[in-house]
């Protein structure tokens, strides 16, 4: 399976990048994952509401011309549906049971996705009623697929 995670911002962390590539280089023993970032939209703090949708709809097409277009997407939201570890496990199986070989997680910036973003979607996935920084989800979406893997191969992993 190739997955993709597709997310708004640059990640300037080092603690946060060493544990996203530690668990990609679990990951490359089950699937190939990538993680494309594209630019954030510089925006002042103080924004109106229709600045807001001017912003989100920016990286919404930048994130859009990142998704391939046979890709099953999955993008990450407050309104999402919150899932198990092994709910999540479950999906990416029959994801690849029934064929589709592509998926994208899109995470958005520090406003949100876009509408546009959010039609494309072919599900909505919630972490947590709380809201999480976009740079610590990368760590939290990856070390979940990694378990979701281990989960569907009937591997050991922390309870």
């Known amino acids: 399976m190739n997955i993709s995670i597709i997310t708004v911002g640059k990640l300037k962390e080092k603690y946060l990048k060493q544990g996203i ?41 930048r994130i859009l011309a990142k998704i391939n277009p046979d890709a ?30 592509k998926v994208a997680f899109v995470i958005g910036g520090s406003l949100g996705l876009s509408q546009e973003v959010m039609q494309r979607a ?14 610590l989800m990368k760590l939290i979406l990856v070390e979940q697929v990694y378990r979701a893997y281990r989960i569907n191969r009937g591997e050991p992993y922390h309870k």
Request: glycine residues 4%.
């Open 21 to 61: 590539d530690e668990y990609l280089k679990r990951l490359s023993a089950y699937a190939k994952m990538d993680i494309i970032e594209v630019p954030d939209e510089k925006a002042p703090e103080e924004l109106s509401e229709t600045e807001m949708i001017q912003v989100k709809q920016k990286e919404g097409e």
């Open 72 to 101: 099953h997407v999955i993008a990450l939201a407050i309104e999402g549906k919150m899932k198990t570890s092994e709910e999540l496990a479950d999906t990416l199986d029959k994801l690849a049971t029934y064929g589709k070989s």
């Open 122 to 135: 072919d599900e909505k996935l919630s972490f947590s009623k709380m809201t999480f920084p976009h740079q």
